[in-house]
């Protein structure tokens, strides 16, 4: 079975940078798509990022776009997520999920981590 385990949340000034991990373990990052997601307090769940296969395949929700960046290890089976010019609106918990599909639904993903906080505040 595929477990994800997130980090590097924390706490950040606007305009500050974090970078999150995703560490797979139970199968290999060619074969599936990672996408990242998050959850504002009183918000849904939304899409993020995501990137499928040979890597070739990545996205970003607009929100997000031009300000953050995924990529992959396959040595260490990790996906990362860099977060530049962080905004008060970016605060959530970050959740990432693997799964057969890719895209920035979450129907496309079977497994999720337990998420990571980041918190933008000054």
């Known amino acids: 079975q595929v477990q994800l385990v997130e980090s590097g949340g924390g706490l950040v000034q606007p305009g500050g940078s974090l970078k999150l991990s995703c560490a797979v373990s139970?199968?290999?990052?060619?074969?599936?798509?990672i996408g990242w997601f998050r959850r504002a307090p009183g918000k849904e769940r939304e899409g993020v990022s995501y990137i499928y296969g040979s890597g070739a395949r990545s996205g970003y929700a607009d929100s997000v776009k031009g300000r953050f960046t995924i990529s992959r290890d396959i040595a260490k089976n990790t996906v990362y997520l860099q977060m530049n010019s962080l905004k008060p609106e970016d605060t959530a918990v970050y959740y990432c999920?693997?799964?057969w599909g890719w895209g920035l639904t979450d129907d496309q993903y079977n497994y999720w981590g337990q998420g990571t906080q980041v918190t933008v505040s000054s």
């Open positions: 999920a693997s799964g």
């Open positions: 139970g199968g290999t990052l060619d074969f599936f798509g």
